[in-house]
């Protein structure tokens, strides 16, 4: 009897739809997409409300795994994770290893100085012969070199090149502006200002993200992205993190 009943449940999809689980990889120091929030003890932010709304769309569950930046990628690729939802941009390099979603938001980065650094930097040629911080595993690091930076210091997460910042270990740093702008906002760093008359090099889109080939889950993700799209979710959520007007 038990057999049947589940063989009926298996005919009307509902226990296909609870079997899906799948491990999220995240990071805590990526805010508003992604950081620790320190009152729950727990990874939030817009990528985290993005694939929680997926994932009831969809009808999966899924569990949160935190990790630095610069290991999401290996993560997935071993299979450790299922899914990347960070703040991660869609590059061409990335895309030749990685599947990414239907867009979700498009950025580029922030250029973070000193407070008593008045200098109108517009390029990042305007940073040669600075001594510059950008996070390891992003697409700021080739444009900056190609740019004639040549003293680069990297950093496994963004909180640690701030930091240096605010005690003069490097001259600025090249951050994700919507990530630099929730830094200033929130009052995370003293002494710093974002740069307003910068113009960012690389923007590019931010969507899930999943393994090569995975046509299946990619048809999932993308339909339930669209749908919210479609609703308003989306915008709702990036209104929320005061990432559009």
Request: glycine letters at 6%.
């Amino acid at each position: 009897l038990l057999s049947v009943c589940m063989l009926a449940a298996c005919l009307n999809g509902s226990v296909a739809l609870a079997a899906d689980n799948y491990k999220v990889g995240s990071t805590p120091t990526g805010m508003p997409f992604t950081y620790l929030d320190a009152k729950s003890g727990k990874i939030a932010g817009v990528m985290v409300d993005v694939i929680d709304a997926v994932s009831k769309k969809a009808g999966f569950t899924y569990e949160i795994s935190p990790m630095v930046f610069s290991a999401l990628i290996g993560s997935l690729q071993s299979k450790r994770i299922d899914i990347i939802s960070a703040a991660m941009l869609k590059s061409a390099e990335r895309a030749k290893i990685i599947d990414f979603t239907n867009t979700i938001f498009s950025y580029g980065e922030g250029l973070v100085v000193p407070e008593d650094d008045k200098t109108e930097y517009r390029s990042l040629e305007d940073l040669k012969g600075k001594t510059v911080g950008i996070q390891i595993g992003t697409t700021y690091i080739a444009p900056a070199q190609k740019a004639g930076i040549t003293d680069v210091k990297l950093y496994d997460a963004s909180t640690d090149m701030m930091r240096d910042l605010e005690k003069g270990r490097v001259q600025a740093v090249l951050v994700d502006q919507p990530i630099a702008a929730a830094y200033l906002t929130n009052n995370m760093f003293k002494g710093v200002r974002l740069v307003e008359s910068y113009k960012p090099a690389v923007v590019l889109d931010l969507g899930l993200i999943t393994r090569k080939n995975e046509k299946a889950l990619q048809q999932k993700l993308n339909t339930a992205i669209d749908a919210l799209k479609s609703d308003g979710t989306i915008t709702a959520i990036l209104k929320k993190w005061k990432l559009e007007k």
